[in-house]
């Protein structure tokens, strides 16, 4: 069975600093791996997505990832936060080969960004 | 433009009532989703259609039913079989053919027990 695994469930950072959100992935077959970030009673929003195109996936406002297959990870950096970066993001895995294009997601990070 | 609405956004119940929540797609996709939503538990998938008249359970379906009568549609039905109710739900869609596609989601209902 696929999961998701995302270390720290609370992330700070400072405004312009570095930010990354770890994932890691369990996966038995070739995995399909997406991040979606969460506004406060919204839905989610898909940032990127790595479909074995390349390793290094660039998605939406200034976000990318990288798809590291013999750390099964998928973390997803971006160089300066903005306070409007401020949000849950979660790490997600499709389950493919299963169900179709079950999901199976993350607890979710939650990202400040300190003024 | 296409997208995903869930009505309504805020939805009270009172203990023993059974009350439906509306998803709605004009995407074309063929595969529809209901998640819950509770703080520190990420994303638990109820139940998820890749057809019309056809739907499966997930992880969480135990209080919950759904129909699929129409492809743009897929309403979710909180019985009082469901002992923890309270919860942000999700609704979401996506082209069902390969596990590259990503899944749209909706805006979300947030559903309170009185």
């Known amino acids: 069975a696929q999961s998701v695994t995302q270390l720290g469930s609370h992330v700070s950072v400072s405004e312009g600093a570095l930010v990354l959100l770890r994932c890691n992935y369990s996966s038995s077959v070739p995995p399909y791996l997406f991040w979606y970030v969460q506004y406060p009673n919204q839905g989610l929003q898909l940032l990127l997505k790595y479909t074995s195109a390349a390793t290094l996936v660039k998605g939406i406002n200034g976000f990318e990832a990288e798809f590291k297959k013999s750390e099964t990870s998928f973390h997803l950096t971006k160089p300066s936060a903005h306070m409007s970066d401020a949000a849950e993001y979660f790490c997600a895995v499709s389950d493919w080969q299963n169900t179709g294009n079950q999901f199976y997601f993350g607890t979710g990070t939650s990202l400040t960004v300190i003024p | 433009d296409g997208g995903i609405t869930q009505s309504p956004k805020y939805l009270f119940r009172k203990e023993g009532q059974n009350v439906t929540l509306s998803c709605e797609q004009n995407l074309n996709h063929d595969a529809m989703y209901w998640y819950r939503q509770d703080p520190g538990q990420g994303l638990r998938l109820i139940y998820y259609?890749?057809?019309?008249?056809?739907?499966q359970k997930g992880d969480i379906a135990e209080g919950y039913s759904v129909s699929r009568e129409k492809k743009e549609s897929f309403p979710l039905t909180v019985t009082s079989a469901q002992k923890n109710p309270t919860a942000f739900y999700l609704c979401a869609s996506s082209m069902e053919r390969g596990g590259y596609n990503e899944q749209f989601f909706g805006p979300g209902t947030r559903l309170t027990v009185l």
């Open positions: 259609s890749q057809i019309v008249n056809d739907f």
